[in-house]
């Protein structure tokens, strides 16, 4: 009963705190755990004049359907490699970005650099695919033209299946390198600087400064992230790749949230698309409890 009692007692000493995240409480439940109630149209044959509980009941139809489809391997595959490229390249650039940002000591320039480093970021998945395409344009692209220049032979790189994916990833990371290295330039600001300061007495390089104090000095924030970032392995945005799609390169640019769109939103096979992407959100839950158990049991950080 005290124990109890303690516990209303901290959370009226702290009641503007919980004030202050009511709204996003309110954001969540609205319009993320509400919507849950609609999972179930992945199990029934959804009809809207019929609503959820009028359609009928199929059970795993739908699922074994998407399994059991032409297309099921492809879409896995290519959802999982293009995610695992963008993983193991993305994912160490802005870090690596933040780290030699924090060795500039004239603090106007690196303000300047990060500036524009950021600015990609806001552009329109529009705005980039438009940038793209008259870049790589096969007759008037500046890639090509530079080709043509040094003699090589002019090529049409977004209908090129196997250059998709190189495409896609690096357009992504020249996109949000900037933005993505906020949250380890904000950890490093945090890491003590007495630590550069001995580190420079005892004669360390710049290079042994960034792997002995700056790295272990963000590695938890490191970790949370990765954690996070497997735990969303199976997500990527459709609208980036719907644009940049075409019957050439379908091969490797179709994925699951494209298979979702033609299949749920132009088919009007809204439950065969709900099944779609239960068992899309059900592999990254998956995916987010192994990669934290065997964070945890690699090191002390970890979400739970």
């Known amino acids: 009963m005290s124990g109890l009692l303690d516990f209303f007692k901290n959370r009226k000493r702290t009641w503007q ?19 849950m109630y609609g999972i179930q149209i992945a199990f029934r044959d ?60 004239h603090k106007i320039y690196e303000k300047l650099v990060q500036n524009v480093t950021y600015i990609p970021h806001f552009l329109s998945a529009v705005v980039v695919v438009s940038i793209l395409q008259l870049m790589l344009n096969p007759n008037m692209g500046v890639v090509n033209m530079a080709l043509e220049a040094v003699g090589l032979s002019k090529k049409d ?19 949000n390198m900037g933005w993505n290295s906020i949250i380890y330039i904000a950890a490093l600001s945090g890491v003590n600087p007495s630590l550069y300061e001995a580190a420079t007495i005892d004669g360390a390089s710049r290079l042994q400064k960034m792997r002995y104090i700056s790295i272990p000095g963000i590695m938890p924030t490191i970790v949370i992230l990765f954690i996070l970032r497997c735990g969303a392995i199976m997500n990527i945005g459709f609208e980036k790749i719907l644009l940049m799609q075409n019957d050439l390169n379908m091969e490797s640019s179709d994925v699951i949230s494209t298979f979702v769109y033609r299949s749920g939103i132009l088919g009007a096979d809204y439950s065969f698309s709900a099944a779609v992407g239960l068992f899309n959100s059900v592999c990254n839950f998956i995916l987010l409890i192994i990669t934290n158990s065997i964070v945890r049991r690699l090191g002390e950080v970890s979400l739970w």
């Not at 202050?20 to 919507?35: D, G, K, N, Q, S």
């Not at 009809?47 to 297309?71: A, D, I, N, T």
């Not at 790189?157 to 996109?175: C, E, M, N, R």
């Open 157 to 175: 790189f977004l209908t090129d299946a196997p250059l998709f994916k190189h495409i896609y990833v690096w357009s992504g990371i020249w996109q």
């Open 17 to 35: 705190l919980y004030l202050l995240i009511t709204p996003v409480l309110i954001y969540y439940i609205i319009f993320h755990y509400a919507p």
């Open 46 to 105: 959804f009809m809207p004049s019929r609503g959820f509980v009028g359609s009928e009941w199929v059970g795993l139809k739908h699922f074994q359907r998407f399994f059991s489809s032409y297309y099921f391997k492809r879409i896995l595959l290519n959802t999982i490699m293009i995610n695992l490229y963008s993983l193991l390249v993305g994912f160490p650039v802005p870090i690596l970005f933040a780290l030699l940002l924090n060795e500039i000591e």
